[in-house]
């Protein structure tokens, strides 16, 4: 089983609200990623880092931004919640050391509703 | 073209079928890849993991990997109504910058 948790897991909050998605990983895995999906839809990469203070964007322009201060914690943050964010939120990691890429590894997700 | 199609589904089939699931790739420097589980409302669950091309088996899943062709495969033996879910397929390349290409998913349905 991974090592890696997210919470919340639900959220629903009103427009305009500062939101703050956590992402914790016990692997020690050096890589992590931020995925949106909308129900039935495809995974869409909006943000990874490839390790401490490291933050790249990703194939999916988003309004969030994500730190990475610590190699296990791996935040998102949206500075003003609007009802088109309406999406599930998912947290992975892979370990990128010895020349290979290992299998990426998600968290159970957050569901999150701006109203 | 997208790098990996997978096709949608649904996909439909009595339980104690053989379920075979599919994709295809366009980047011959693909050189990894996984078969991941994702029920509804739920994180992918990793699957099957395998390197290069042939066979991985493990309980009533085979992973089949032809890199010639650029097609992969999940098989699922006796299958369950439990096996209901989305069927992702991932795959990279062995470059430390570059990230996971997911297929769009096959949804499964195991009926009993």
């Known amino acids: 089983e991974a090592d890696i948790y997210q919470t919340p897991r639900y959220l629903v909050i009103g427009t305009g609200k500062k939101i703050t998605l956590e992402c914790s990983q016990t692997m020690g895995h050096d890589k992590m990623y931020w995925y949106q999906q909308d129900p039935g839809m495809e995974l869409h990469l909006i943000h990874y880092?490839?390790?401490?203070?490291?933050?790249e964007k990703g194939d999916l322009s988003s309004e969030s931004t994500v730190s990475r201060i610590r190699t296990e914690h791996f935040p998102l943050t949206l500075e003003s919640a609007r009802p088109s964010h309406t999406s599930q939120y998912l947290c992975?990691?892979?370990?990128?050391?010895?020349?290979?890429?290992?299998?990426?590894?998600f968290g159970q997700g957050t569901r999150l509703t701006v109203v | 073209q997208k790098e990996v199609e997978q096709d949608p589904g649904p996909l439909s089939v009595p339980e104690g079928a053989i379920v075979s699931l599919n994709c295809t790739y366009s980047n011959s420097a693909f050189q990894y890849f996984m078969w991941y589980r994702q029920y509804s409302r739920k994180g992918p669950e990793l699957l099957m993991y395998?390197?290069?091309?042939g066979n991985k088996e493990d309980g009533r899943f085979t992973a089949q990997v032809d890199k010639s062709s650029k097609y992969i495969s999940l098989f699922i033996r006796d299958s369950q109504p439990s096996d209901s879910a989305t069927y992702l397929c991932a795959m990279s390349g062995r470059n430390y910058g570059q990230n996971f290409v997911f297929g769009p998913g096959t949804r499964l349905s195991v009926l009993p």
């Open positions: 992975a990691s892979s370990e990128t050391g010895r020349g290979r890429i290992t299998e990426a590894f």
């Open positions: 880092s490839y390790g401490v203070n490291s933050t």
């Open positions: 395998t390197y290069s091309s």
